[in-house]
């Protein structure tokens, strides 16, 4: 049994692969990962050009804040919503969900198969575009400095925090989506209810912060940022409240468990009634 | 063996959306062999094909498809399946990729999954557009490679919303001979189609359906024959039609005889149609010259004219 | 078989007029609208702001509570520019979620429904047909951006006086002029985006994408680049732009106002050219 399960979420894999992210349809979500990229890349380029000397310090905090404000706020936020989403929705608005329903797999296993379809894509996408804006921003520096950074600091830490950060931002917000997309006719709805407190989280009471997902993965980022940006936008960089890496690890874990649970006995649930969507 | 496992039953099964009825205390046996669901838009026929393959849930009631319930896929469609009547498809994928992913969904090896999946468009004639995607296929060949995609893993129970929409007549032949075949296998084959003289053609029996509720089920002619308040119409061709029929309106049975335009024909309706045969032999052998004589309304056509072309429209 | 009964005619009466009829569109997908229920309560709440401050307006003139308070007339509401100001950009963010709600159920629907056929082999062009879409998210939005504010400023006028109303005449121009080009902006960014996917549900949530990822995005570039060009990215900030010196608000981009328009004018085109490039009555399939 259980191999016949591999089986089938390896055939799910593979189907939404096929379906989403190896087709056209699937590039707005590698343009939303590479487009952070651009300023970093013209960053590296101009100061390599103009030979103008940066301060490691400074683009190491500016990265920091650049991270934690754009790629774990729009672009995995944005990411996420666009891909767990879809997994039933837009299955419902393509009107071939049906197709999954009529094979000979169990609804909690076509959960697990496209939520993990989802992950590996979202989380091979978006920490390869961490990974890549970090290795633009330090592209410009000595290569001595960097080696150093790495070997006699805390680069390789630092950068392997990023990736995990990541990872975390894409288990935490995919499984929100997949059970707003399982839940909700229409997502638009909780999705911006979302955005708003995840936005307002950093001035929210210390209880209310840990009802979200960004307050863990604030809690993950190797560095606390010392920004120097605008203040609206410097206030969603601090962290006042951190809690352990661990606890935040595993609470994350804990969390997508319980929702895939969740989805899973909601699809279970779920007809076919195309009309009304 | 059990008599449900080798058929499928729902037993008092309701479905409502809403306040709105699906299909209402529906209790039904359908052996092997072809069965028709007939009924006008809205009646109820997708929704009992729905509910049987589990994409919904009845309010009430109980089904079993072969002893198994929709509740359990995993057993079910390996023995099931369904072409529905959604002309939509997984966005992008080419007619082999459609049905070769789906198989591979069955637990088939990569092997086994493209044997099959060659074997099935090759039943549906589809192999030189098989590597083209199904956005551009025309609306049979759409149809067909749904057919292909819901016969590709050799199921025992075969469930087709309307398979003949948009199929050219050849192509129609050609599937309504691939069903009779399967049928001969001893396949339960479910269909539901408004084209009646094909149901009529195929269908071993019929189940007619009208807001819901089941008006009639059962072979077609055992139907017709329990329909004592529509006098049966036989269709007598004969040499001297006037002369005829006064001979047959002496019978008690004959409520009505009927002049061909032809003027060789006599449509004669009758409420007892087995003394009007004893009579017509009676007549034969007394020097009446009988050419032809043919049930008029035994078919498909005729038991929805009488059972729900009177109604109201369903919605 | 012959034809021996002609019981049809053809309409006869009077025609919409030529001018008009995308109107028709207007009305149509408006009725649409109101049916979901959050979309209407958004609705109802975004009066609240106008609604608070028509009450301080009152209260600010209302010598008797002033009095009661202790207060001068100034000391509840400062009515300057930046009060304009604070209150277009509340009503903007209204409108903008408005916009995410409504704008993907324009065109998406009849995109994936095959629709635009229908509506193309009828004597509708494709301007028409666009223009009656965009007049829904313009005509619902625009009751919660400039009428509130304008009637905001009579009211402040008639309070004040004349006098008042004449010497702050930009602060009218700036409430018309400036919410119309956020409607505008707004209305060709959902049309676009609602024209490109055919989803509503993703059209929705790229609409939150674009104008959030476009924000983080100039911030990233100004930090990163250390310039303050990339505040030309960010449709939310050429707008504030161009409103600031409407109401004479110092503003911290730094941006040039004919940079602001141009920025605006470029976002524009470029939602016309993905309208015109998708807004046709046939689909190619590749």
């Excluded at chain 1, 996408?125 to 950074?149: E, G, N």
């Amino acid at each position: 049994m259980k191999t016949l399960w591999f089986a089938q979420i390896a055939a799910i894999l593979q189907l939404e692969m096929r379906k989403t992210f190896l087709s056209r349809r699937g590039l707005w979500v590698y343009l939303l990962a590479l487009f952070p990229l651009i300023p970093f890349a013209g960053h590296s380029i101009e100061s390599t050009i103009r030979g103008r000397p940066c301060d490691f310090g400074h683009d190491t905090n500016v990265y920091a804040s650049i991270f934690q404000l754009l790629d774990l706020r729009v672009v995995v936020f944005f990411g996420c919503l666009g891909i767990f989403m879809n997994l039933f929705r837009g299955e419902v608005l393509d009107r071939s969900l049906h197709y999954y329903f009529l094979a000979p797999v169990r609804r909690e296993i076509l959960v697990v198969g496209k939520y993990l379809a989802g992950l590996i894509a979202a989380v091979t996408i978006f920490t390869t575009s961490t990974i890549l804006q970090w290795i633009a921003m330090y592209a410009h520096f000595p290569s001595r400095t960097v080696l150093d950074y790495l070997n006699d600091g805390n680069g390789w830490s630092h950068l392997i925090a990023y990736a995990v950060t990541t990872v975390f931002a894409c288990i935490g917000y995919g499984s929100l989506f997949l059970l707003t997309g399982a839940l909700f006719r229409n997502p638009i709805f909780p999705a911006a209810g979302i955005l708003i407190w995840e936005g307002i989280n950093s001035f929210l009471p210390s209880i209310l912060q840990k009802f979200s997902v960004i307050y863990y993965l604030k809690s993950l980022v190797p560095i606390d940022a010392q920004p120097n940006l605008e203040a609206p936008f410097a206030l969603l960089t601090v962290n006042t409240d951190p809690v352990p890496a661990v606890v935040a690890i595993v609470g994350m874990l804990a969390f997508t468990l319980l929702v895939i649970v969740i989805a899973a006995l909601q699809v279970r649930r779920m007809e076919i009634n195309y009309g009304t969507d | 063996m059990s008599a449900d496992s080798q058929n499928i039953v729902f037993d008092n099964v309701s479905k409502f959306y809403g306040d709105v009825l699906g299909v209402n205390r529906v209790t039904l046996t359908i052996p092997p062999g072809i069965t028709s669901l007939v009924g006008p838009n809205g009646s109820g026929k997708t929704t009992l094909m729905n509910l049987m393959t589990g994409l919904l849930q009845p309010t009430r009631g109980t089904i079993g498809v072969l002893g198994v319930s929709p509740n359990h896929p995993e057993q079910l469609f390996r023995q099931l399946g369904y072409c529905t009547q959604f002309d939509s498809f997984p966005r992008g994928f080419t007619g082999y990729q459609f049905v070769y992913s789906f198989l591979r969904l069955y637990g088939c090896t990569h092997a086994e999954a493209e044997e099959f999946t060659w074997a099935a468009i090759e039943r549906v004639k589809l192999v030189e557009a098989a590597h083209r995607k199904i956005a551009g296929y025309s609306k049979g060949m759409r149809q067909r490679i749904k057919l292909a995609q819901s016969t590709c893993h050799g199921p025992s129970v075969l469930v087709l919303d309307e398979p003949l929409n948009g199929l050219d007549p050849l192509v129609r032949a050609e599937v309504i001979a691939l069903l009779r075949s399967l049928a001969e296998e001893g396949m339960h084959i479910i269909i539901s189609s408004h084209v009646l003289h094909e149901v009529d053609m195929i269908s071993d029996q019929v189940v007619l359906l009208s807001n819901g509720y089941v008006i009639a089920e059962g072979k077609i002619r055992g139907v017709r024959g329990e329909l004592d308040e529509q006098p049966m119409q036989v269709m007598i061709r004969c040499g001297k039609p006037a002369s005829l029929a006064a001979k047959v309106f002496e019978h008690d049975s004959v409520v009505e005889a009927r002049m061909h335009s032809d003027g060789k024909g006599l449509l004669v309706k009758t409420r007892d149609p087995d003394k009007f045969y004893l009579l017509l032999n009676q007549l034969a052998l007394n020097g009446i010259g009988l050419e032809s004589v043919v049930p008029a309304d035994d078919d498909v056509n005729s038991l929805y004219e009488y059972l729900i072309g009177g109604e109201e429209p369903a919605r | 078989m012959a034809v021996h009964k002609r019981s049809y005619r053809a309409y006869e009466g009077a025609l919409t007029p030529r001018w008009s009829r995308f109107l028709i569109l207007t009305r149509y997908a408006a009725k649409g609208v109101f049916q979901s229920r959050i979309i209407t309560g958004l609705f109802v709440i975004s009066f609240f702001y106008p609604l608070l401050m028509i009450a301080g307006l009152y209260l600010n003139h209302n010598t008797q509570v002033l009095s009661m308070l202790k207060l001068a007339s100034d000391q509840i509401l400062v009515i300057n520019g930046t009060f304009f100001l604070v209150l277009m950009t509340v009503q903007a963010a209204f409108a903008f979620l408005m916009t995410a709600f409504i704008g993907p159920n324009m065109i998406a629907p009849d995109l994936a429904n095959n629709a635009l056929p229908l509506y193309f082999c009828r004597p509708l062009s494709r301007t028409e047909y666009v223009t009656g879409r965009a007049c829904v998210i313009f005509f619902v939005l625009s009751f919660i951006t400039w009428i509130p504010g304008l009637l905001i400023f009579a009211i402040e006028g008639t309070l004040s006086g004349p006098a008042w109303a004449w010497d702050h005449r930009n602060f009218a121009f700036g409430i018309f002029i400036g919410s119309v080009l956020w409607l505008l902006l707004l209305t060709l960014i959902a049309l676009a985006i609602s024209a490109w996917v055919r989803w509503k549900l993703i059209a929705g949530a790229l609409l939150l994408a674009v104008m959030f990822a476009s924000s983080g995005f100039a911030t990233a570039v100004n930090e990163i680049l250390r310039v303050k060009a990339g505040f030309y990215l960010d449709p939310a900030n050429l707008i504030a732009a161009i409103w600031a010196r409407f109401f004479d608000v110092p503003i911290h981009t730094e941006m040039s106002i004919t940079g602001a328009y141009a920025g605006i004018a470029v976002i524009c085109g470029f939602c016309v050219l993905l309208l015109s490039r998708k807004i046709r009555a046939f689909e190619v399939v590749k």
